[in-house]
């Protein structure tokens, strides 16, 4: 069983920055690729960025040179430095892992961009 909580999520006004965190209490972090998607109001979640066990990264075209995925294996934590914020992505950002073939997801965290 995995449980993934998101924290750093709040209001910003367009421009400013936020650094999402995602928590997780599996004991296979490490190995795991970790994703970062978001859902904005009346529309479909979407995948930010991911990075996977060894590093490598991989982002949405309208995140991409905005937003920088890491992780820190020995906090088991995965993070979303988000910079130059616009309304856009006003959205409630989830963090999400694979499993054995079971998604696993957090309940999200709310980030609101004031323009």
């Known amino acids: 069983q995995v449980q993934l909580v998101e924290s750093g999520g709040g209001l910003v006004q367009a421009g400013g920055s936020l650094r999402l965190s995602c928590v997780s209490s599996?004991?296979?972090?490490?190995?795991?690729?970790m994703h970062w998607y978001r859902q904005a109001p009346g529309k479909q979640r979407e995948l930010v960025a991911t990075?996977?066990?060894?590093?490598?990264?991989y982002y949405a075209d309208s995140v991409k040179g905005r937003f920088t995925i890491s992780r820190d294996n020995a906090k088991n934590t995965v993070y979303l430095q988000s910079n130059s914020l616009k309304p856009e992505d006003t959205a409630v950002y989830y963090c999400?892992?694979?499993?054995?073939?079971?998604?696993?997801w957090g309940k999200g965290t709310l980030v609101t961009v004031s323009s």
């Open positions: 999400k892992t694979i499993m054995y073939g079971i998604d696993y």
């Open positions: 599996g004991s296979i972090f490490s190995i795991n690729a």
């Open positions: 990075i996977t066990s060894g590093g490598s990264t």
